[in-house]
């Protein structure tokens, strides 16, 4: 007997990663965490291209280098393990008002309204694949 059994009351029982779920959750993960990288340094070194294209969205140019800030943080903590449901979260956040915005302007629907979309899949596709935390929490089983 455990010497703490609340220690374990919540633990569910996974198969174990394989090699090859493992391998992609992490390519997946990494060109995530890249894009992401990318986006936030363009925000804070505000070229004139990304600076047209967020005051086109409705922000005022004085939010961009925030903008970067915080989502150069919320990478951080996706990159990090212990970090990375919580950054998954804030990620999750910061593209749904990328669709907010795209939405509010009359972008194209495919192109530009759901790109964070799809980006959010390959976001937590990449942490579902290799962290087995999440498929217990989240477990896709066919019927």
């Known amino acids: 007997m455990s010497t703490n059994p609340a220690a374990n009351e919540f633990e569910i029982e996974t198969a174990p990663v394989s090699k090859g779920s493992l391998w992609t959750g992490r390519i997946m993960s990494i060109l995530s965490i890249l894009f992401f990288l990318m986006d936030a340094v363009m925000k804070l070194l505000k070229p004139t291209f990304v600076v047209d294209a967020t005051v086109k969205l409705g922000y005022q140019e004085g939010v961009i280098q925030g903008l970067g800030i915080a989502l150069l943080m919320c990478t951080i903590l996706y990159a990090i393990p212990g970090t990375s449901f919580l950054g998954a979260i804030l990620l999750t956040g910061y593209l749904g008002g990328a669709v907010a915005s795209n939405v509010r302007v009359g972008n194209p629907l495919f192109s530009n309204v759901l790109f964070p979309v799809y980006f959010a899949f390959v976001l937590w596709g990449g942490l579902y694949l290799r962290d087995k935390r999440l498929r217990a ?7």
């Open 137 to 143: 929490l989240i477990p896709l089983r066919g019927s």
